[in-house]
C-alpha cells in the first residue's frame, strides 16, 4: 500500500513502538458493559485511530509550544496553552520557534478549523503477537462518593473490568508530499509516545 501512495507522490515514515503496560483506546465509546475498547470493523482487532495518532502529536506540541510561550512571556501556563491550541485551531501565526520547529510548521502539519493539514496520520495496528489482558477500574468507597456516607472499610468494591492490550508492538505510517513536515511530524509522534503516551488512562499506574 505505502508503494503505490508513494508513486502518487507521498512520502512515508514508518514507526514501531512496543506498548509495555496495557493500552486502551475507546474506553469511553458506546458499549453494553458500559467500558469498551476499540477493535476493527473487519478484522476485529485493536487498533489505534489515525485520529487518536494525530491527536496525541498534536497535544505534544501544543504542550511544547505553551511551554516556551510561557516562558518567554512571563505568563501563566494554563493561559499559554490555551491561546497556543487557539492559534493552532484558526491558523493564527504566532512568533514562537521550539527545537527548529516553527509555529507555521504546526499550522501546516495539523492543518485548522477550515484547511487539511499536509501531513496524514494512519492508522496504527499491532504487529506479531496481540496480547489481550483484563483491566478494572474500582471505587472502594461507593456510599462516599455518592454523598450518603463517609468512607469506610465495609462498604463494598464495584470492580468494573475492561480490556487491555498490553506487551505489544504497534507500527505507526506518516504520509506527506512535503518531506520536511513528516520529518517534524516523525520527531513529533516520537516524542509523544515516549513522554506521553497514547490511549485512555495514561496518567494512572
Not at 52 to 64: C, D, F
Not at 70 to 98: P, T
Not at 105 to 114: H, N, P, R, S, V
Not at 143 to 154: L, N, Q, R, V
Request: contains cysteine.
Amino acid at each position: 500500500m505505502m508503494e503505490k501512495l508513494q508513486k502518487f507522490g507521498f512520502n512515508c515514515k514508518s514507526i514501531s513502538a512496543l506498548c509495555p503496560w496495557r493500552l486502551v483506546i475507546g474506553l469511553g465509546a458506546s458499549h453494553p458493559q458500559e467500558t469498551s475498547v476499540t477493535l476493527h470493523h473487519i478484522y476485529g482487532i485493536p487498533y489505534i485511530p489515525g485520529s487518536a495518532v494525530k491527536g496525541i502529536t498534536r497535544h505534544w506540541a501544543v504542550l511544547k509550544f505553551a511551554e516556551e510561550k510561557a516562558k518567554r512571556d512571563m505568563e501563566n501556563f494554563e493561559k499559554s496553552l490555551e491561546s497556543v491550541s487557539d492559534a493552532l485551531d484558526n491558523g493564527a501565526y504566532i512568533e514562537l520557534n521550539v527545537d527548529g520547529v516553527d509555529f507555521k510548521d504546526l499550522i501546516e502539519i495539523f492543518g485548522t478549523q477550515k484547511q487539511a493539514g499536509k501531513v496524514i496520520f494512519m492508522d496504527a495496528y499491532p504487529v506479531d503477537n496481540i496480547n489481550l489482558k483484563i483491566d478494572i477500574m474500582n471505587v472502594h468507597y461507593p456510599e462516599y462518593y455518592s454523598g450518603d456516607k463517609p468512607p469506610a472499610d465495609w462498604q463494598n468494591p464495584n470492580p468494573i473490568r475492561f480490556l487491555t492490550v498490553e506487551n505489544t508492538k504497534f507500527q505507526f505510517h506518516l504520509l506527506s508530499r512535503e518531506s520536511n513536515l513528516l520529518d517534524i511530524a516523525e520527531r513529533l509522534l516520537k516524542e509523544a509516545l515516549k513522554e506521553h503516551g497514547i490511549g485512555a488512562k495514561t496518567a494512572l499506574g
